[in-house]
């Protein structure tokens, strides 16, 4: 069963706040390019590896202020594998994914590959991708 | 309640989000299967006679006459604008691929507007732009999950918003027309033009939060309204021209579905029935709509809350019944009565509605006028029912909340024609239990009737009532206007369109 929107929103908390960082040197670099993250506050994106707990504690974790057009954000140095990514746009700075008071979600939020759920978030297995030796880029649209 | 609640408020089930990108044919053949019968059988999907015509839908068009033929007269001082809105499309797709809505409810929003003017009366239908309608109009097909039509998901379902249809009811609140739905936001569409602005947040932290289509309008002009979600309650208190004056939110004390309430001018009044929702039904597939349950052996709760301090609340039971729609509540001396329309359970909504969706004739379960005296010093409640078979009950704008006289309902003559479509029209007198009713010929299907106060009078009944119907052998929509106290004359003027409509639930008429 889907984790329900709370837990989305719980767990981008965690996922920013609670970064372990960790790197191996000289692996391939991520850029991902974020649209439609409009122009208010920042974009909080988490990078997860399947031994995560998708939308728990994230591997890696970044943020950039939102613009109009496109965000842009790298993770450096990453070994092989598959990841995928979450992430939402902080409109109030709070550093939190606010919710309505019955949970849903009200900043806009977005996955890798696009990937939606259905009143909730995707699973990791449909926001996967790999990564390989070489560097990689990525696009994420927002909503 | 639980917050997987949430997955299956409007009708998404938990299971399709893993499934949503499934194949489109197979899951179009699923809802084929559960839309057309059994596999090979294939009847039409909409068998209804031409008494059933504006169940057929539009097919999204947006309409309009610039001037309607009128019989009889036009009262000089009724002047204004009579917006409307109901569900309007029910059917997608060509062909084999042709899917039919199951459940009245799912239909996307067409808000008219009949407007009355010194050169004479037009009329106006367009549909609301949500976002569904116009992901679903470009794909021609259904994409969203619907309240009582199991259909999967083809879209991204973010929150209820994504699968709101705008399609209950419609009021004019400051430079807003609000197309109302139960389960989100309030649509904000251009008065004059209909055209649709988006959805309206209230304040940031309420964005997407339920905004029920029966809202409560004090005679100067204060709203209240309620919505529902996921075991929540929220309650809204707005300005005449729509500022946010103050909110609340707390648990429900009663799970499923509230669709109406009323207010005096010291409390806001729920009866709450006895709905749970069947989570298992649910996983299996089943809509929203399909899975709530009838609990007929608990109580059916009544909510008592103060208007100006939404903490106060207090919880008072019934035995149980169902009730769609109020007329209204007042209050004196530590004593409520409210009147509204009961109905013994659910059939009507769960069994009815989804054969009328499909054309059959059957004869609904009746829904009777009543009357509730909520006495607060002794905690008790005692309801009296009367015989008539109706709905949609109103009163006068003048008096909501305050102590009336009369309310006035859309009325079976006998047996409902082909179990769809009222006949007459009523008032009953509370206080003297007279009725003063008119009766068309069985060739009319009648909807909703509205008071509308004569511009300058203070008097409860100085006005007018007016409403829609379907006039069958023209297979044409008409508008009434009767005098509010004398309906037995008959109407004094009948509005005809050169098309017929779908049929609305709801609307409020804006004088001049
Ligand atoms: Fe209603």
């Given amino acids: 069963m889907p984790r329900t929107l709370l837990n989305l929103a719980a767990a981008f908390t965690i996922s920013i706040f609670g970064l372990a960082a960790s790197s191996a040197a000289f692996g391939a670099d991520l850029t991902v390019e974020i649209r439609n993250a409009g122009d208010k506050g920042t974009v909080m994106v988490a990078l997860f590896k399947p031994s995560d707990r998708w939308l728990g504690r994230a591997s890696m974790g970044t943020a950039a202020p939102a613009r109009n057009g496109a965000v842009t954000v790298t993770f450096k140095d990453l070994e092989e594998g598959e990841y995928a990514i979450s992430l939402f746009v902080d409109e109030n700075g709070n550093g939190r994914m606010d919710t309505n008071p019955i949970g849903i979600p009200i900043e806009p939020y977005a996955f890798s590959n696009d990937a939606t759920g259905n009143f909730g978030p995707p699973l990791f297995e449909k926001a996967k991708f790999n990564v390989a030796k070489e560097n990689k880029s990525i696009v994420i649209n927002v909503k | ?512």
């Fill in chain 2, 1 to 512: 309640m639980n917050r997987r609640s949430f997955f299956t408020a409007v009708g998404a089930t938990a299971a399709s989000a893993a499934t949503a990108s499934m194949a489109q044919t197979a899951s179009s053949a699923a809802t084929r299967a559960v839309l057309g019968g059994p596999a090979g059988a294939k009847p039409p999907l909409f068998q209804g006679s031409a008494r059933m015509t504006p169940l057929r839908g539009y097919h999204g068009q947006d309409v309009a006459c610039e001037r309607a033929a009128i019989e009889g007269k036009v009262p000089q001082e009724l002047r204004g604008v009579f917006y409307r809105n109901g569900p309007g499309l029910f059917e997608r797709g060509a062909g084999t691929n042709k899917q039919r809505y199951s459940h009245w409810f799912d239909g996307d929003g067409l808000v008219h507007a009949w407007r009355f003017t010194d050169q004479g009366v037009s009329h106006q239908a367009r549909f609301v732009q949500t976002k569904k309608f116009i992901a679903e109009q470009s794909a021609n097909a259904f994409l969203a999950p619907a309240f009582g039509s199991a259909l999967p998901a083809h879209m991204p379902v973010r929150n209820s918003d994504d699968v709101n249809t705008a399609n209950t009811n419609v009021y004019k609140l400051g430079d807003r027309l609000l197309a109302m739905w139960e389960g989100g936001s309030a649509t904000d569409l251009d008065p004059q033009s209909l055209h649709t602005r988006g959805i309206v947040t209230w304040s940031p932290e309420l964005k997407h939060m339920p905004f029920s289509a029966h809202p409560k309008i004090d005679p100067d002009g204060t709203f209240w309204n309620f919505g529902t979600m996921m075991g929540k309650m929220v309650l809204y208190h707005l300005s005449p021209t729509g500022e946010l004056l103050k909110h609340a939110v707390f648990d429900a004390p009663t799970g499923g579905m509230v669709h109406d309430f009323a207010i005096t001018h010291k409390s806001l009044v729920f009866l709450l029935p006895p709905i749970g929702i069947d989570y298992a039904a649910m996983r299996k597939g089943a809509a929203f709509g399909q899975a709530l349950t009838w609990n007929g052996n608990d109580s059916t709760k009544v909510l008592i809350v103060d208007r100006n301090d939404f903490s106060k609340r207090r919880i008072l039971e019934m035995p149980a019944f169902m009730v769609f729609h109020f007329g209204n509540a007042w209050e004196a001396d530590n004593v409520i009565r409210v009147d509204f329309v009961q109905s013994k359970n659910l059939d009507i909504m769960s069994d009815w509605m989804p054969r009328m969706m499909r054309g059959e004739t059957v004869v609904p379960d009746r829904s009777n006028p009543a009357f509730v005296k909520i006495d607060l010093n002794r905690g008790k409640c005692d309801v009296a029912m009367r015989d008539e078979n109706c709905e949609f009950p109103r009163v006068d704008p003048r008096v909501v909340g305050l102590r009336n006289r009369n309310v006035y309902y859309p009325v079976d003559n006998g047996d409902r024609p082909e179990g769809f479509g009222f006949t007459g029209v009523m008032r009953i007198d509370t206080e003297s239990g007279k009725v003063d009713r008119y009766n068309f010929s069985e060739q009319v299907a009648l909807e909703e009737h509205v008071v509308v106060p004569r511009p300058s009078s203070g008097r409860e009944g100085d006005g007018w009532l007016v409403g829609v119907g379907f006039d069958v052998a023209a297979q044409q929509s008409f508008a009434t206007v009767f005098d509010a106290m004398n309906l037995a004359a008959g109407p004094q003027a009948i509005i005809r369109l050169p098309y017929w409509t779908p049929v609305c639930f709801h609307g409020h008429f804006h004088t001049a």
